[in-house]
């Protein structure tokens, strides 16, 4: 028998130790945490610290860019496994605490095998190097192709396709973004500049966070763009990223959003974040978006004669509004949707009313004779119907625009103006930073009027009819059909 030392035997011990018990795990499949709307998004076992994310663009969108995602998480139960939500992407390597670990993709999942058995509480650092492919189709979310770059529109299950992490709102965590870009090219993320580094032709751009955010709301512009800076309220730093070509011709409109943090400060409260701004960019997505401290616009909004002044800046309100419902205080789950844009549509009526004298009452009765055809069309707010594979984008119908408003137009009728302006502030005081769901909503607002409004509720958000209006008993719905 040849002489095998006690180092080695110790190693083909370990081996053999590894393989028994990956023999005796079940094939990788993909997991979730059980969304309604979304079942196989997010993933338990862990709970995410923080994100690193570095991006390297080669100047163009038909080559996939080079990426490290660092994930620093906590286990919250005994896990064999880790699932990460990811797609649209090649892994090359993940070590897990350092050390090299095996993975297997499945659907849109990256199944990490560690090194060893993780208990609850214990600390993860999970290392992926992968690509990040700007290439795939626009319309299914993740990176968004400009004239001139890159930007993202990750809402509401897109940021797997660009970054792997827990794709769910309810898994909040800091972000860090490293972005390489060639010379002529600016890179901006969320949150605040705290580096620009060149390397010869190259620069890399770093971002860091200060508040916690879902990966729905992480935005990464890359193009040939020009940073304006300007002051909100108390010395907020405000920054707006524009074509370099656009900058002058956009300064009227985008030298409202100070006054505009200021309004929505008078409403509910001091702004939530660090910094905020807009990233206005040459595309066509059919929307804007909430994207944390640097919300997403299509140049066209902004540009020609074919939106008046009120509309536009209503539609400033409305994504900046975000920033507090949606982005501090974000969804547990994607049915929780209505309190993101009801509200957003909500700020966004009011200030038009104040600013433009666009009558709310007239606005809300509008939505109130559809609103009987949109829960039809879509169920009611809080209980949307799940949109239709390759239609995600579905989701965000009438009912959880104006149809949400709606219902808290009836809360306000119901409790009064007063009552209703202390729950919106206690709402994005006592759940900044965090996550929170309907019946939080439903259990403060009870709480701040002294009386149960849980039927009240019931009705405006799970009805399959729209109750009658509070102060409007005349008000009539529609038949779903129209009539």
């Keep these: 028998m040849p002489f095998i030392s006690r180092r080695a035997r110790a190693a083909l011990l370990a081996a053999a130790s590894a393989a028994l018990v990956a023999a005796a795990l079940p094939s990788p499949v993909p997991l979730g945490i059980g969304d309604r709307l979304f079942p196989h998004l997010g993933n338990p076992g862990y709970d995410v610290l923080s994100y690193d994310i570095g991006l390297t663009y080669h100047g163009n969108n038909s080559r996939p860019m080079d990426a490290v995602t660092t994930i620093d998480a906590r286990t919250t139960e005994p896990l064999d496994r880790i699932n990460l939500d990811f797609t649209h992407g090649t892994v090359r390597a993940v070590a897990v605490n350092g050390l090299r670990s095996e993975f297997a993709t499945v659907g849109e999942d990256l199944v990490i095998s560690p090194p060893g058995h993780l208990p609850p509480g214990a600390p993860l650092r999970i290392t992926v190097h992968h690509t990040s492919d700007p290439g795939g189709a626009q319309d299914t979310g993740g990176w968004v192709r400009t004239a001139d770059g890159l930007a993202m529109a990750n809402q509401a299950d897109a940021a797997h396709r660009v970054f792997p992490g827990n794709d769910h709102p309810a898994d909040k965590a800091y972000f860090t973004f490293r972005v390489t870009a060639p010379k002529g090219l600016t890179a901006v993320a969320n949150g605040l500049l705290v580096a620009a580094a060149r390397h010869g032709d190259t620069t890399t751009w770093t971002y860091r966070t200060q508040h916690p955010m879902a990966t729905e709301l992480a935005q990464v512009g890359i193009g040939r763009s020009t940073v304006l800076h300007r002051t909100g309220p108390r010395g907020l730093p405000v920054r707006d990223v524009v074509p370099t070509a656009d900058r002058e011709r956009l300064e009227h409109r985008l030298g409202k959003t100070p006054e505009q943090i200021a309004w929505m400060e008078r409403q509910v409260g001091r702004y939530p974040f660090e910094t905020y701004g807009l990233l206005v960019a040459d595309t066509r997505t059919g929307f804007e978006l909430e994207t944390q401290?640097?919300?997403?616009?299509?140049?066209?909004?902004?540009?020609?004669?074919?939106?008046?002044?009120?509309?536009?800046?209503?539609?400033?309100?409305?994504?900046?509004?975000?920033?507090?419902?949606?982005?501090?205080?974000?969804?547990?789950?994607?049915?929780?949707?209505?309190?993101?844009?009801?509200?957003?549509?909500?700020?966004?009526?009011?200030?038009?009313?104040?600013?433009?004298?666009?009558?709310?009452?007239?606005?809300?009765?509008?939505?109130?004779?559809?609103?009987?055809?949109?829960?039809?069309?879509?169920?009611?707010?809080?209980?949307?119907?799940?949109?239709?594979?390759?239609?995600?984008?579905?989701?965000?119908?009438?009912?959880?625009?104006?149809?949400?408003?709606?219902?808290?137009?009836?809360?306000?009728?119901?409790?009064?103006?007063?009552?209703?302006?202390?729950?919106?502030?206690?709402?994005?005081?006592?759940?900044?930073?965090?996550?929170?769901?309907?019946?939080?909503?439903?259990?403060?607002?009870s709480r701040i009027t002294g009386r149960d409004l849980t039927s009240f509720f019931e009705g405006w958000l799970y009805g399959e009819r729209t109750p009658s209006m509070p102060g409007h008993p005349d008000w009539r719905s529609a038949d779903p059909d129209g009539r």
Excluded: C
Excluded at 369 to 376: E, F, T
Excluded at 416 to 430: I, P, T
């Design 293 to 445: 401290t640097i919300s997403l616009f299509e140049r066209s909004l902004f540009v020609g004669d074919g939106h008046p002044d009120w509309y536009v800046e209503s539609i400033m309100v409305h994504e900046l509004a975000h920033q507090w419902f949606g982005d501090s205080v974000s969804p547990r789950t994607w049915s929780d949707l209505w309190l993101n844009e009801g509200h957003a549509t909500w700020y966004e009526a009011r200030y038009a009313e104040e600013h433009a004298g666009k009558s709310l009452e007239s606005r809300m009765h509008d939505a109130y004779v559809r609103s009987d055809g949109w829960r039809a069309a879509g169920g009611p707010p809080a209980r949307p119907t799940t949109p239709e594979p390759g239609k995600k984008l579905s989701l965000f119908r009438p009912v959880v625009y104006d149809g949400s408003a709606l219902v808290l137009y009836a809360l306000r009728q119901e409790i009064g103006a007063s009552a209703f302006d202390r729950l919106e502030r206690s709402w994005v005081r006592k759940h900044r930073d965090s996550t929170a769901d309907t019946a939080d909503f439903v259990r403060l607002a």
